[in-house]
C-alpha cells in the first residue's frame, strides 16, 4: 500500500507515458502470478495516474495552440504588403501563451489537479510584459515562430512531452530558416521579393503538422478516459 500513497497517481501522472505503460504491465504480469492487495492497489494507482494524465491534456492542447499560433503567422506571411501582418506576429506569441495558461489553469482546477513547475504562467507573462515594453524585439531578428517554439520547447520538456518539444524544436529551425537574416546568410538562402512564399509554405506546413499531432493526441486522450 505505502507505494501508490507515497507516490500518488498525480505524481505518477508526471512520468511519460512509456513508463506508465511499462510499469502497469510489468505489475499486472506480476499480480497474476502472485495477486496481492498492494499489488491491485498499484495497478489501480498507475490506471489512475494514467487517467490523470489523460484528463490534463496537455499533448494535443499544446500541439493546437502550437499549431493555431503557427498558422496565423504562417498567414502572416503571405500578407506581407498589409502594415498589420508585422503586428500580428509580434501578439500571437503573447496571445497563444496567455491562452494556454488560462485553459491549463481552468482545467486543472476542473479536475482538481495541479501541475506545478513547469511555467506557463511564466512564460505568459515574459511574452506579455515583452510586447508592452520593447513590443518583443527579438521577433524582428530571429522572428515570432522561433519565440513561440521556444516557449513550448521550455514547457515540453518540464512537462516531459516528447511530442510537444519535439514539434517546438521544429519550430525554432523553421523560424530561424524564415525570419533570421544571419541564419539565411549562412546557409545561403537569398531574400527575394517571392521568398515569403516557400517561407509561408514551411510555416503553414509546420502548424498542419502540429494540428495533426493535437488531433490524433485528443483521440488518444479521449480513449484513455473513456477506458477504451
Known sequence: MSAPTSFGPSRLAELPLSTLDAAHSAVQSEGMAAPSSSTAALVDGLGMARRVRAARRVESTNLTMLGVGALVIGLSILATR??????????????????????????????????RGVGYYVIALIAVFSVLFGRLPLSHSIGALTLLGAGFLIIGSRERRWPVWATALMAIVIGLLTSSETIRRIVRLDETPTSVVPSAIA??????VALAGACRFRLAENRELQGV
Do not use: D, H, K
Open 82 to 115: 498589409s502594415q498589420f501582418s508585422e503586428w500580428i506576429q509580434v501578439l500571437t506569441v503573447p496571445v497563444a501563451f496567455l491562452a494556454l495558461w488560462g485553459i491549463v489553469y481552468r482545467r486543472s482546477n476542473t479536475a482538481g489537479v495541479r501541475r
Open 203 to 208: 510555416v503553414l506546413i509546420l502548424a498542419v
